[in-house]
């Protein structure tokens, strides 16, 4: 029979969906990468040329899964009827609506991360998820720096305080993860919820736009992020 | 003899002094704990007492730098003159040239902190030398609320804010040191005296103040503070 070849990329993709599979039902933590390897039936070589280790994996899971959850989001981007606010109000939004779709998976796979000595992990791979939305969110500042919506001299350093913003709240949440009460979560949600509104406001600011003009997040949105793990926690996912 | 027994405070300041001293003269990555408790002439069971890991000793001593930085800022904080946005920008002052001051003593202990696999600990740092930074901002914040001067919800979101900010910059703080030639220092320099600035007016607004009301750096303060380093390690502090 003769051996197929298939291309890199397409190999990689079913690496990491056969990785995936894997942390879904085992756990980032308990599932091994000889787990991983032999599940994906490939050749420990091969399988390390892709990814040197497991975290470099964890790393790969997340830029797809936040480049897939920006995949509906050039119909804003294109949208001639939007404004540069609305664009943002637009990416956000997608963003998170990608966040409460995958939330039960995204918890599974990435619980780890909000463990207080996975910080560093956190950081590389915060970073390999912003690596598709950062270029976006510069277009639109620049785009409305440009049309006089936006008023700031450094569009890219805008958005690295909106990815500083999302990095800053691993502590709240670590701590929400770490209280194990309904009544420490809903502490927990609500300083979240607060910090949320704080940094919607700072960012209409910071742009010199009008209090309330930007949603990072919807009434509920918090709430809804964070249960979607307990359910799956507690293996009651709807 | 007798045996001369000691305030708990008093000989913990001591081992600090014995721990600075060899930190300077050897750098905080040569030394070792075992050196510096022979320096001490302490009992390794004392030591380990008040500094369980050399991480800890190092968290102690930008704690005590911290301190002893913002020693004079009282005057300041009880200036019966100054307004909320006064008091503010002297606080900010009075920590910048503390940081000047002991720039080449800080660089020398602290350096250690801006390699890259080092964030965990620069993190933990940077909070232990919050300790005594951070309730002095919420107060001031507070007091410019209250007196109509600042416009937040939130005075302890703003200075978690303002402590994002200034841990931010280990990213290119970090590449500053990284680059070797005077050319990648410049850029460097550069890029965080424009983040400084972007800094500035974010806080501005933040605070519904005018662009231009709150100082972290004045010019030529973030050259000062990293040059100081370059004398430093070539031997030729002034």
């Known amino acids: 029979m003769p051996r ?14 056969h990785a995936q599979a894997l942390f879904l039902t085992l756990g980032y933590e308990k599932a091994s990468l000889n787990e991983v390897i032999t599940a994906a039936g490939a050749s420990k070589g091969a399988f390390y040329h892709y990814f040197p280790s497991k975290e470099a994996l964890l790393e790969a899971l997340a830029e797809r899964f936040a480049r897939q959850a920006l995949a509906g989001v050039q119909d804003v981007l294109d949208d001639p009827g939007l404004d540069p606010l609305g664009r ?22 990435f619980e780890t991360l909000f463990r207080p000595d996975n910080l560093v992990l956190f950081y590389r791979i915060n970073l390999a998820a912003s690596a598709s939305f950062s270029p976006l969110l510069v277009k639109i500042i620049r785009q409305g720096v440009e049309d006089g919506t936006f008023r700031t001299f450094d569009p890219e350093g805008v958005a ?5 913003f999302g ?8 701590k929400a ?22 940094y919607e406001i700072a960012l209409d600011r910071i742009l010199g736009l009008p209090d309330g003009s930007i949603c990072i997040g919807e009434p509920g949105y918090v709430r809804a992020a964070m249960t979607a793990r307990r359910r799956t926690n507690s293996g009651k996912a709807q």
Do not use: C, F, Y
Not at 181 to 193: F, G, H, K, N, T
């Open 4 to 17: 197929v070849i298939k291309h890199p990329e397409i190999r990689r993709e079913e690496l990491l969906d």
């Open 88 to 109: 943002l109000n637009g990416l956000l939004a997608q963003s998170r609506r990608a966040k409460i779709d995958t939330a039960p998976e995204a918890w599974a796979l």
């Open 160 to 164: 690295d305080i909106v990815m500083q």
């Open 167 to 174: 990095m800053a709240t691993q502590g709240v949440i670590a």
């Open 177 to 198: 993860i770490a209280g194990g009460s309904d009544a420490d979560m809903d502490v927990a949600i609500e300083a979240l919820e607060n910090r949320v509104r704080l």
